[in-house]
Structures are given as C-alpha cells and as structure tokens.
C-alpha cells in the first residue's frame, strides 16, 4: 500500500493569519457557487501569505492574486488572495514565488499590502479551493473553523 501515494490523505493548513468562513459566504459566485471547485475561505488580518500545501506550483499569475499548487496525490489547491485583486495588475502584490517552484508547506507566496489593496477591491475573502478535477474520488473535510493562525491545520483531503 506504501507505494500508491495516490490515496494518501493531504492536510492543508492555513495560508494566513484570519478566520475561516463556508464558501458559500464569499462574496463572488464564482467561488461561492464552487464553478471551480469547493474549499473554504478565509478572511486574512496579515499581510503574508504563506504555502498551505507541499507540492508545485502550476499557476502564478503575474499579478500575484492566485497561485495553484498541485500536490504528490494530485489534488490542486487554489489560493485566491482576494475578491477581484487580478485588475490591480499587480499593485500592492509581492511575489516570492515563480511558476513550477516546488514549495513546503509554510514557504512564503507572496506579502500583500493589505490596507491599500482592500480599498481598491469588494473584498480581502481569499478562497482556498480545491479544483474540481483533481478531487475525483477524493473528498475534503474542514478541521478548523473561526480563528486561525498561519500553519494551524485546516483541512484534510482524503
């Protein structure tokens, strides 16, 4: 059984400092509606955002809202910093990452000016979806609600 690393369950843990809300309460249908997958949201109070997952990141976008990161069992973890971010073109973004990097979990993405961004978009609610195609099979359950801090445990993914 060892070496079909397929089934092995994969913990994510919490990208951020904030607090946890359903997806269902994002503030876009996109996510809300799950179009791109399901997952759980947070609502940050610190400006770094941090790898909730071991794997490689498959996306980055340039202007450093969204970073996708597949793991070793193949589930693809969406990190979505915020509601509408992808117009600012990057301003108030750092990234510290670049595509196909391999990250640990608690590797820093990237640091956001979170007081200037928040006022140039509806929301700072940052989805953390798990993409539909790569949860056939395989179902997510939350571990923590509420309150979280950066490396607490939040979902597994089994």
């Excluded at 996306?59 to 793991?71: K, Q, R």
Aim: glycine residues 10%; negative net charge; charged residues 25%.
């Amino acid at each position: 059984m060892g070496l079909f690393t397929k089934n092995k369950s994969l913990e994510v843990f919490s990208p951020v400092d904030g607090e946890i809300i359903d997806i269902s309460k994002v503030e876009d249908e996109v996510f809300s509606e799950k179009m791109l997958g399901d997952g759980l949201a947070i609502i940050p109070s610190d400006d770094s955002f941090y790898s909730p997952i071991e794997g490689k990141l498959v996306t980055v976008f340039p202007s450093g809202h969204a970073y996708g990161i597949l793991a070793k069992n193949g589930v693809e973890v969406l990190v979505h910093i915020g509601l509408d971010t992808v117009s600012l073109n990057g301003e108030g973004f750092d990234i510290k990452v670049k595509q196909n990097d391999s990250v640990q979990v608690g590797d820093l993405l990237a640091v956001v000016n979170i007081a200037e961004v928040s006022k140039k978009v509806p929301s700072m609610q940052t989805p953390i979806i798990f993409t539909t195609e790569s949860m056939e099979g395989k179902k997510f359950e939350i571990q923590k609600t509420g309150k979280v801090k950066k490396g607490d445990l939040i979902a597994v993914v089994k």
